[in-house]
Every structure is written in C-alpha cells, then in structure tokens.
C-alpha cells in the first residue's frame, strides 16, 4: 500500500505563504486523483484541492475557501505533490494531509490510511 509523508507545516502570520509538499513511497497510478486535506480542531477532514493528470496538462480543483490563494501542482518523475498556500488566514490552521486514489475515493476522502500529516498554524 502507498504511503505519504507530508511536510512543510509550520507557524507563520496571517498573510504569510507555506508549501507543502507530499511524498509518496512509490509510483501512483496515473489515473488515479491525487488531493490535499484538511483537518481543523473539532472538524470533519476536508478536500482542499485536487490534481489529475490530463491529456497535455493537468485538472485542478479547489475548495472555494481556498480559490484563488492556494495552488496545487505534481510531479510524478519525484512522485511528488505540492501545495503553494498564500494569503493564509487563521481559518487555515489545520492538519493538512495528501492522498491519492479513485474520483468517489479523492472527493469522499474515504480512503483507507492516511499519513501523519504536517500542521498549520496561522497565528499573529
């Protein structure tokens, strides 16, 4: 079973920018959606974004909290995947987590295992 490492977490001020990035312990499958997460305090783990690998590109899809500020990209020569966050705000704070999987597993979040994560805080 693939297994994810995230990193990249950390304190930073309202406003600030973090990349995250996610490791995977072996090739994923290019069919298969890879996604970023979120889990806050007290809340359901959420979908933040999406990425799946097209005919010449990429299709990415954004939670709409995050739309325009956040940027999701791959690299599947590294079996990598990054997230660029911008203009963070404290409502960002959470424990972000990568996964990949189906389209029903990417937008459930129903996977099986999930890696340890890497926290965000946002805090003045």
């Known amino acids: 079973q693939v297994q994810f490492v995230e990193s990249g977490g950390g304190l930073v001020q309202p406003g600030g920018s973090l990349r995250l990035s996610c490791i995977a312990s072996?090739?994923?499958?290019?069919?298969?959606?890879m996604g970023w997460y979120r889990q806050a305090p007290g809340k359901q783990r959420e979908l933040v974004a999406r990425i799946r690998e097209v005919r010449g590109g990429w299709d990415k899809v954004y939670a709409d909290s995050v739309e325009g500020r956040f940027s999701i990209s791959r690299d599947s020569a590294k079996n990598a995947m990054y997230l660029q966050m911008n203009s963070l705000d404290p409502d960002d704070s959470a424990v972000y987590y990568c996964n990949a999987g189906s389209l029903l597993e990417a937008v459930t979040g129903t996977f099986t295992s999930w890696g340890a994560g890497t926290r965000v805080t946002v805090s003045s």
């Open positions: 072996e090739r994923i499958n290019p069919n298969y959606i």
